[in-house]
């Protein structure tokens, strides 16, 4: 696909992912986002319309408090759903499930997320590990946040042949921080009550391959996610190479504490200090000079941003399903020149 025939984008679902999505899309030179799709009728769907977004109700039950809240409402979602390639669902967990068959019945192209299971869509992406796999395919699942750093790292060592075995421990934010006052956790820690964690299992769904086991635990805060990672490594190397390694991606940044860089909220401010929309974190910011390896062991650390780091997967999902650029290396180029991915560094 030319830039003469752009990609037809819906967005069903206007909260956290879906108006980050919705901005990407807006921006995408070879996309155009015909509309959003919601339930609510407050400052949440007014922002799509300040934005010039065309607003549909994904309800027809909710059509009527959405205009009797000043709001305006185009058409209900199979309005959406007829003038548009591709349907990216950014609903809540589990409502995106019941909304496939809704979506294989018009027989449109549809995108959902990590809340949702494997299962629904037989196919889960991250750019870097499955672009080619992708192509041409009715539907993917771009898998959740915590998964999307943990194969892009891996990945990253895995090509560099120094991927053995990877064991990673996960500190979760306990919610998303528009809504931490309706919920949430105070005062405590909560582990998972298996180990694995579902992201280990998560990440096979990509990349089988991966020897990978992952422990996790949500804490009080709600700035973005910590992982730690041991990996064995197949043989002895030294740092640069890692480094090196860890380059080769443009969806991962080095970052160095003796930068100032030592917590979540520093990260963050230098994000919007750099002017990023909702000051997103885009990459995986990983310590370089928290990095360590002793032989064929290697430890190291990372921030992973949920609201923001699978926002240029999607576009680039968008891209493999509807066959608008078979070559993924070309895709994660044009998502990245767009979003401003891999323009700040800190070393």
Same mark, same amino acid.
């Given at each position: 696909?030319?830039?003469?025939?752009?990609?037809?984008?819906?967005?069903?679902? /206007?909260? *956290?992912?879906?108006?980050?999505?919705?901005?990407?899309?807006?921006?995408?030179?070879?996309?155009?986002?015909?509309?959003?799709?919601? *339930?609510?009728?407050?400052?949440?769907?007014?922002?799509?319309?300040?934005?010039?977004?065309?607003? %549909?109700?994904?309800?027809?039950?909710?059509?009527?408090?959405?205009?009797?809240?000043?709001?305006? *409402?185009?058409?209900?979602?199979?309005?959406?759903?007829?003038?548009?390639?591709?349907?990216?669902?950014?609903?809540?967990?589990?409502?995106?499930?019941?909304?496939?068959?809704? %979506?294989?019945?018009?027989?449109?192209?549809?995108?959902?997320?990590?809340?949702?299971?494997?299962?629904?869509?037989?196919?889960?992406? *991250?750019?870097?590990?499955? %672009?080619?796999?992708?192509?041409?395919?009715?539907?993917?699942?771009?898998?959740?946040?915590?998964?999307?750093?943990?194969?892009?790292?891996?990945?990253?060592?895995?090509?560099?042949?120094?991927?053995?075995?990877?064991?990673?421990?996960?500190?979760?934010?306990?919610?998303?921080?528009?809504?931490?006052?309706?919920?949430?956790?105070?005062?405590?820690?909560?582990?998972?009550?298996?180990?694995?964690?579902?992201?280990?299992?998560?990440?096979?769904?990509?990349?089988?391959?991966?020897?990978?086991?992952?422990?996790?635990?949500?804490?009080?805060?709600?700035?973005?996610?910590?992982?730690?990672?041991?990996?064995?490594?197949?043989?002895?190397?030294?740092?640069?190479?890692?480094?090196?390694?860890?380059?080769?991606?443009?969806?991962?940044?080095?970052?160095?504490?003796?930068?100032?860089?030592?917590?979540?909220?520093?990260?963050?401010?230098?994000?919007?200090?750099?002017?990023?929309?909702?000051?997103?974190? /885009?990459?995986?910011?990983?310590?370089?000079?928290?990095?360590?390896?002793?032989?064929?062991?290697?430890?190291?650390? %990372?921030?992973?941003?949920?609201?923001?780091?699978?926002?240029?997967?999607?576009?680039?999902?968008?891209?493999?399903?509807?066959?608008?650029?078979?070559?993924?290396?070309?895709?994660?180029?044009?998502?990245?020149?767009?979003?401003?991915?891999?323009?700040?560094?800190?070393?």
């Amino acid at each position: 696909m030319t830039d003469a025939k752009r990609i037809r984008v819906a967005v069903n679902g /206007y909260g *956290v992912i879906g108006k980050r999505v919705a901005d990407a899309v807006s921006v995408q030179k070879d996309m155009d986002l015909i509309g959003v799709a919601d *339930v609510v009728a407050d400052w949440r769907a007014r922002m799509a319309i300040s934005k010039g977004f065309a607003l %549909y109700s994904a309800d027809p039950d909710r059509a009527p408090a959405m205009r009797a809240g000043g709001l305006d *409402v185009i058409g209900g979602l199979d309005d959406l759903l007829a003038s548009a390639d591709i349907v990216v669902d950014c609903t809540p967990k589990k409502v995106a499930a019941r909304n496939v068959e809704t %979506y294989r019945e018009r027989g449109i192209r549809f995108i959902v997320h990590g809340g949702e299971k494997h299962e629904v869509t037989g196919h889960s992406f *991250v750019a870097e590990a499955n %672009y080619a796999s992708t192509i041409g395919r009715d539907s993917t699942r771009v898998v959740s946040c915590n998964t999307t750093s943990i194969v892009r790292t891996l990945t990253a060592l895995k090509d560099a042949g120094l991927l053995g075995s990877a064991r990673g421990t996960l500190l979760r934010r306990a919610t998303d921080p528009w809504e931490s006052h309706l919920g949430g956790i105070m005062n405590t820690l909560v582990p998972e009550p298996e180990i694995p964690s579902h992201q280990g299992p998560d990440a096979q769904s990509v990349d089988p391959d991966l020897d990978v086991i992952t422990m996790a635990v949500k804490v009080p805060q709600t700035l973005a996610h910590l992982h730690y990672w041991s990996v064995r490594m197949p043989r002895k190397a030294s740092k640069d190479e890692v480094l090196e390694a860890f380059r080769a991606s443009s969806r991962i940044a080095l970052i160095r504490m003796a930068d100032g860089l030592g917590a979540l909220n520093a990260v963050k401010e230098m994000m919007a200090d750099f002017g990023r929309p909702n000051d997103s974190l /885009y990459e995986v910011a990983l310590w370089e000079d928290m990095l360590k390896v002793e032989g064929d062991e290697l430890y190291y650390a %990372y921030m992973v941003d949920n609201q923001a780091i699978v926002i240029p997967e999607t576009i680039d999902a968008i891209r493999a399903l509807t066959e608008a650029e078979r070559d993924g290396s070309a895709s994660i180029a044009r998502t990245n020149a767009a979003l401003g991915v891999g323009t700040f560094t800190a070393t």
